[in-house]
């Protein structure tokens, strides 16, 4: 559910039409469980080591490709923020007096709002990951996950 007003724009904000198409497909292979529920309590980002536990559950028939991670210590997690506008080209994160471009910014406003945190590992309990380190909404799509710095033997 998107916030009151979170759609409209700013001062010196800029729209663009967005392309017809899509260049590329991809799946979704879990949700993402936080305590936020609305945009505005999310934090900016995530804290690995103070904050809350957050759980990744993945779908059917991903949970194999786990085999190994709890050996990792942390974790690069890829997500979907699928409540994001996707148009804006300039943006005003403080109400400002002028805008930024979108890529000079991390906000989750973006062409594609692909979001990625790295997050510690704090349990494995079959298709289900708890971590820490998360910064987006209750049942935020799941891209990928990736061992934080490389696999370990």
């Known amino acids: 559910m998107n916030d009151v007003g979170a759609d409209a724009l700013r001062p010196h904000e800029q729209t663009i039409g967005t392309p017809q198409g899509f260049d590329a497909g991809l ?12 945009r505005g309590d999310c934090p900016h980002r995530g804290d ?3 904050g809350p536990p957050c759980r990744i559950e993945l779908f059917d028939p991903w949970g194999p490709a786990l085999t190994g991670i709890k ?9 979907w923020m699928d409540q994001a506008r996707r148009d804006l080209v300039l943006q005003n994160p403080k109400f400002g007096d002028r805008a930024t471009g979108t890529f000079a910014l991390r906000s989750p406003v973006r062409p594609n ?4 945190s ?9 298709p289900v990951l708890t971590v820490r380190g998360l910064d987006c909404l209750d049942g935020t799509p799941l891209i990928d996950i990736k061992a934080a710095f490389g696999a370990r033997a």
């Open 27 to 38: 799946w979704f292979i879990g949700r993402i469980r936080t305590p936020w529920t609305w």
């Open 48 to 50: 690995a080591e103070a």
């Open 71 to 79: 050996g990792q210590e942390h974790l690069q997690i890829l997500y």
């Open 113 to 116: 709002p692909v979001a990625s």
């Open 118 to 126: 790295v997050v510690r590992l704090l349990d494995v309990q079959g």
